[in-house]
């Protein structure tokens, strides 16, 4: 069952945690490209929660929670959100573009919070996501070649497997979240490597793959696994099993920000004035429904002492 204290606001701790795990998130697109040039994607996801599942399983128990809800989150968040979504950066779509179209999430996670949970949406954070969602738009409508349909489908697909992921993480309630992303990966590595093996060539390609691939991939696969994996996700996990779905979920609206910098930094990627302003209301949007409870609690503190 999900924690029995769920505050209207962050406490600033959570906030900051909050935006180390977005920096993660965000900056992992220039990693998952620069990775891509050394293995073919479901191999990439593969290797990347075999090693976030070993060692580390000999290390930490089990959580409490059922082995279906392992399961459901391991095959969501492995395959559905991050196969899927290596998948449309390798020839599919830009990192930053994917950076923005993966925020789907927020809709499906609210969504899927409203149905189970029965969470209610307030005014407020409807007007903050609607905020957000106008500078999203703006960036969507700029694709370029680099960008196709199916891209674009398949980085949305992955958002709605990763609404599918918070959702069942939060209904396993208040558990060790890293022992349960640890574990959870298991039920990710057999169905990716899989599809690798049906789809990416076969065992002669793949161990050619894997014996030619530089250092510095290898290291990218190692920072997939504990950076973004262990630590990022066991951390969100822990997040939402705080707070209202609503209130967190639009954290990762800030991947973009971090996703459209790191790419022009290390890839080049041009950031014109139009990449700015959604950039702007994407903040806005974020800033709104993070603050505006304590805002309004203390615009009405200033009244009734008035």
Request: proline letters at 6%; hydrophobic letters at 55%; charged letters at 5%.
């Amino acid at each position: 069952m999900n924690s029995p204290h769920r505050s209207s606001h962050l406490p600033l701790s959570h906030l900051l945690l909050a935006l180390a795990i977005v920096a993660v998130w965000g900056t992992n697109f220039v990693v998952i490209k620069l990775c891509l040039a050394s293995f073919p994607p479901f191999l990439f996801a593969a290797l990347r929660y075999t090693f976030a599942f070993l060692p580390i399983v000999f290390f930490v128990p089990r959580p409490k929670v059922s082995w279906g809800n392992l399961c459901v989150y391991g095959v969501a968040v492995g395959v559905g959100q991050f196969g899927v979504l290596y998948y449309a950066i390798n020839g599919h779509i830009s990192p930053g573009l994917a950076s923005l179209v993966i925020q789907t999430q927020v809709f499906f996670t609210i969504g899927f919070a409203m149905f189970f949970a029965k969470e209610r949406l307030r005014l407020y954070q409807i007007v903050a996501v609607s905020v957000a969602m106008i500078g999203l738009v703006i960036i969507a409508v700029h694709t370029d070649a680099s960008t196709t349909v199916f891209g674009l489908a398949l980085v949305v697909l992955a958002g709605f497997c990763w609404g599918i992921a918070n959702t069942t993480s939060r209904r396993a309630g208040s558990i060790n979240m890293f022992s349960y992303v640890v574990w959870a990966s298991a039920f990710a590595i057999p169905p990716l490597f899989l599809i690798s093996f049906i789809f990416e060539g076969g065992w002669d390609t793949l161990s050619a793959s894997m014996a030619s691939a530089p250092i510095g991939a290898w290291v990218g696969v190692l920072w997939q696994s504990w950076g973004n994996t262990l630590f990022g996700y066991a951390a969100w996990g822990w997040l939402l099993s705080k707070h209202p779905a609503a209130l967190v979920a639009p954290a990762p609206l800030l991947v973009p920000i971090f996703g459209m910098g790191a790419s022009a930094f290390f890839l080049s990627e041009p950031l014109p004035a139009w990449k700015m302003l959604a950039a702007g209301l994407v903040i806005a949007g974020l800033l709104v429904n993070l603050f505006w409870p304590t805002l309004k609690g203390q615009i009405r503190k200033q009244f009734s002492e008035t």
